[in-house]
């Protein structure tokens, strides 16, 4: 999505920044791992593939990527690529309310920290709050959504500490999806947990 192509989010512990191909080789080699590959429901791409799939992510409309990096170790190095340490996503579609009659505009949110060092530090969660307000600030969007392993059982609480409500669970792909309204209610609790710093990214 070409909306966050030129900006990068600053929080206390991350900076977002936009996936540039500068960034393709460290992200490919992150997605050899087949425990990253598990978690992420992904298949493993050549470098080739890596380098279209990264023009999809910065030209297509239903798509918003960041790449999260480490402000500490950034501020330590200086080397944006050496502080990257995972990703976090948003699918975006529009489902029919067929009861209503009515069309909701739903965002699939995904999040991952690649660099085992870096987990368990909170990264994931302030990562995914600054993009779920940034999109709830710039994007039309009815609800959140997620999909979740059911071994993934950290991922689902810490979706659930933000207030999404499981909705359906699939045994045949072992997997539980959590929903979030954009409510007002909503709104109010995310703008209590994170504050948006939008910078220009060079």
Do not use: C
């Not at 909705?167 to 999806?177: C, G, I, L, P």
């Amino acid at each position: 999505m070409k909306l966050n192509e030129n900006i990068k989010i600053i929080g206390s512990n991350v900076i977002l920044v936009p996936y540039e191909a500068k960034h393709v080789e460290k992200y490919n080699k992150w997605m050899q791992d087949p425990k990253l590959q598990e978690l992420t429901a992904s298949e493993p791409l050549s470098i080739e593939e890596e380098y279209r799939m990264q023009t999809s992510w910065r030209n297509d409309d239903d798509k918003l990527t960041f790449l999260v990096v480490s402000r500490q170790l950034f501020s330590e190095t200086k080397d944006e690529i050496e502080s990257l340490v995972g990703d976090t996503n948003l699918f975006l579609r529009i489902d029919e309310d067929e009861e209503n009659n009515t069309k909701v505009r739903v965002a699939e949110a995904e999040i991952m920290i690649a660099e085992p060092s870096f987990r368990r530090q909170g990264l994931g969660w302030e990562a995914m709050l600054l993009l779920l307000k940034y999109a709830q600030k710039n994007l039309p969007i009815d609800k959140f959504e997620v999909k979740i392993g059911f071994e993934n059982v950290k991922s689902i609480n810490m979706f659930e500490k933000m207030k999404f409500i499981e909705t359906y669970r699939t045994e045949v792909f072992k997997e539980v999806t959590l929903e979030r309204k954009v409510t007002n209610d909503w709104i109010s609790w995310l703008d209590e947990q994170v504050q948006l710093t939008v910078e220009q990214y060079q």
